[in-house]
């Protein structure tokens, strides 16, 4: 299925899922993060979020998508940039994958991923743009998934 880069608010993107660029408490944050728990609505989304209590980095989670037109949040907690040379590609990595196979898992056609760690995580722009296309292009060759990597304008 197709691949498409585009430049959006990841919010107001018409798919089945959108992910969270979470942190591993699951609680509401800042920019992608704040962004999402604020147009879903904050106190739903953090109480479906406590309900889970914890996911670990790479790993995904899903919650009901609330006020959002897509059906699912799917969370996901990537790495902090320390220097490239402490696992952090592989965890990285590890969240697309995660996350594409859990938007399968629940049936869902399309999905919409924000550059994941690229923000106050301080994943280098160029680098974390190369792990989400790779890994994604990689998983959706032989599945019937639309996937859409939103970056911010």
Known sequence: MPFHIVHNNIVTMEVDAIVNA?????????GVCGAIFHAAGTMQLQLACDRIGYCATGDAVATEAFNLTANYIIHTPGPVYVDGKHG???LLRSCYVNSLALATKLGCH?????????????????????????????????????VYLVLFP
């Open 22 to 30: 979470a942190n591993t408490r699951l609680k509401a944050g800042g």
């Open 88 to 90: 952090e590609e592989r």
């Open 110 to 146: 399309s999905i919409a991923f924000p550059l994941i760690s690229a923000g106050i995580y301080g994943y280098p722009r160029q680098e974390a743009l190369h792990v989400a296309s790779s890994s994604i292009t990689s998983f959706v060759s032989d599945q019937d998934l639309l």
